[in-house]
């Protein structure tokens, strides 16, 4: 398995810093944050989902600065982290051009939250989905969808529902056990299991649980190595399924600096990659 970081996990390192700390501390490949950073949050202090340095444009200039700084730090674009909702087939358009220039061979397509009445959504997001493939489809790029919580696939098992339709050489998941802390939590070998082929790309982060003011505990990010995501079980669980992917990390605890943070993540992922069974 290969290791990379999302650059939404690097808020306040500029692309240009970001691809050369991510190197030196030791990772193959880059997953780019690609979306508009609003003019009223740039004058803010940087943050994962509002005024985040580490982010690009998903325009043909910015995708061009992604293949070139990927490249000048010997890193591959593993996947692309764009910001497309259900029917926004103008992002879809914009997100492929983006990674056919990066040279991507996915990007990410999300789903609006999730508020109550399953089947009409689904079917929804469905026609979305052929629509997406349908401008996808003989470009060499692959859409992903993501397991996470507040959406239509919190869990290995309602992402392989929603894409049962379609052909896993159209559409695949990515595979995030941290949001699964928060909703749709199953065993990892049966959701993994059950994914089989559409499995495409996997996220590391991690969440635990505290008790809120109401008394009711509920889950915060926290590190790696300190949360209810069982990375050791949950690689264990890659292994046997033949998984030989990408290992992204997007750490959103800021319980280190993002420097400090890239460094630990990526000594503390190879250490548990080398505990594995070698005849796994």
Request: glycine share 10%.
């Amino acid at each position: 398995m290969k290791l990379g970081v999302f650059t939404v996990m690097l808020p306040d390192l500029t692309p240009e810093k970001a691809v050369g700390e991510i190197r030196a501390a030791g990772y193959d490949g880059v997953e780019w944050r690609v979306t508009h950073v609003p003019t009223e949050r740039r004058g803010e202090a940087p943050s994962f989902w509002g005024n985040n340095l580490c982010t690009l444009n998903p325009t043909e200039t910015d995708a061009e600065r992604a293949r070139v700084l990927a490249d000048s730090a010997g890193l591959k674009i593993p996947n692309l982290g764009t910001y497309v909702g259900l029917s926004e087939l103008d992002k879809v358009e914009a997100a492929l051009a983006f990674a056919k220039v990066a040279r991507s061979p996915h990007f990410r397509v999300g789903f609006s939250t999730f508020r109550g009445g399953y089947a009409e959504h689904a079917r929804a997001a469905q026609r979305f989905l052929e629509s997406v493939i349908n401008l996808t489809g003989g470009s060499g790029v692959k859409p992903l969808v993501e397991i996470h919580h507040g959406t239509l696939l919190p869990s290995a098992s309602l992402a392989h529902r929603l894409l049962s339709p379609f052909s896993p050489e159209e559409v695949g998941v990515i595979h995030d056990a941290g949001n699964m802390v928060f909703e749709g939590f199953e065993d990892y070998r049966l959701g993994l299991e059950l994914l089989g082929p559409y499995l495409a790309h996997v996220h590391l982060k991690n969440a635990r649980y505290a008790v809120g003011e109401s008394g009711v505990q509920r889950a915060e990010w926290s590190p790696l190595e300190d949360g209810a995501v069982d990375l050791p079980q949950l690689l264990d669980a890659l292994t046997a399924v033949g998984y030989n992917g990408w290992l992204v990390v997007e750490d959103f605890s800021a319980a280190r600096p993002s420097r400090e943070a890239l460094r630990h993540n990526s000594t503390y992922v190879k250490t548990l990659l080398a505990a594995l069974p070698v005849s796994a």
